[in-house]
């Protein structure tokens, strides 16, 4: 059988494109590669000449962290960094747990109050009451702090433990409270608000978030309802694998 001119002409042609084709990716990576490594050394050296010679000492961690935070920003408002020292913060968020006393408060005039004690966590434990003004943790004035600042004194490592000063009935009072491993459900609340209408509380998109969510559905679909309200407010975000999953069980 003898082979085609023709053939043979398209077979080169087609391998000359694919040539051509990888080597400009091959190109156009190289100069992105240059591109990165080049401002990482202009950063890099720009920070150096403002360690040396600017005139006042510089906080190298706070000024890293602001170009870090400045680029993020530029992208979008959900890619963030959370450092080491926030690892918490970002665990609660992805997982709904955190290391705390298992106690809600509120604020109230310059100081916060206790306003519920869950049964069993350590603020019951160690004898915490609701309507205990929060004076001082570990030595350090809580007065005039917003809640999410006094929370994030009330926050630590499970197993450590916290000094706080309260004042109940107009007498001060030591009460040291050993954190503990505290899990946030996320669905804290599931019913119906009238015959026709569902409801479900859903406070964080944590791992496994979507089953708890199913469960509640399931649930409220036996009183066969209307229309189902599901209540973000408050809700600080987490997974994005578990909102989309949730999201194909409404649509």
């Known amino acids: 059988m003898k082979r085609t001119p023709g053939k043979k002409l398209i077979i080169i042609t087609v391998f000359a494109l694919i040539c051509?084709?990888?080597?400009g990716f091959l190109i156009n990576q190289e100069t992105r590669d240059f591109r990165i490594a080049k401002n990482l050394d202009?950063?890099?050296?720009?920070?150096?000449?403002?360690?040396?010679?600017?005139?006042d000492e510089i906080d190298p961690d706070k000024v890293i962290r602001t170009g870090i935070d400045n680029m993020l920003r530029s992208l979008d408002p959900y890619t963030v960094y959370y450092p080491e020292s926030e690892?918490?913060?970002?665990?609660f968020m992805t997982t709904g747990k955190y290391g705390g006393i298992g106690s809600l408060i509120r604020a109230s005039g310059d100081y916060t109050v206790i306003s519920v004690v869950y049964k069993g966590f350590p603020a019951d434990i160690a004898g915490?009451?609701?309507?205990?003004?929060?004076?001082?943790?570990?030595?350090?004035?809580?007065?005039?702090?917003?809640?999410?600042?006094?929370?994030?004194?009330?926050?630590g490592m499970p197993g450590s433990v916290v000094n706080l000063t309260i004042l109940r009935n107009g007498k001060e009072m030591e009460i040291p409270v050993k954190r503990e491993k505290i899990a946030v459900p996320p669905v804290p609340y599931y019913g119906m608000?009238?015959?026709?209408?569902?409801y479900i509380r859903f406070t964080n998109f944590t791992q496994n978030c979507v089953?708890?969510?199913?469960?509640?559905?399931?649930?409220?679909?036996?009183?066969?309802?209307?229309?189902?309200?599901?209540?973000?407010?408050?809700?600080p975000g987490g997974l994005l694998t578990e909102a989309v999953e949730i999201v194909n069980l409404f649509v």
């Open 211 to 235: 089953e708890d969510v199913r469960n509640a559905l399931l649930s409220l679909k036996n009183n066969r309802p209307s229309q189902i309200i599901l209540d973000l407010r408050n809700n």
């Open 87 to 91: 690892s918490d913060e970002f665990d």
């Open 42 to 55: 202009i950063f890099f050296s720009l920070f150096r000449e403002l360690n040396v010679f600017y005139v």
């Open 193 to 198: 608000i009238d015959s026709n209408t569902g």
């Open 128 to 155: 915490l009451k609701p309507g205990d003004i929060l004076i001082r943790a570990d030595g350090a004035s809580l007065k005039s702090l917003s809640t999410e600042k006094v929370s994030d004194r009330l926050k």
């Open 20 to 23: 051509l084709t990888g080597t």
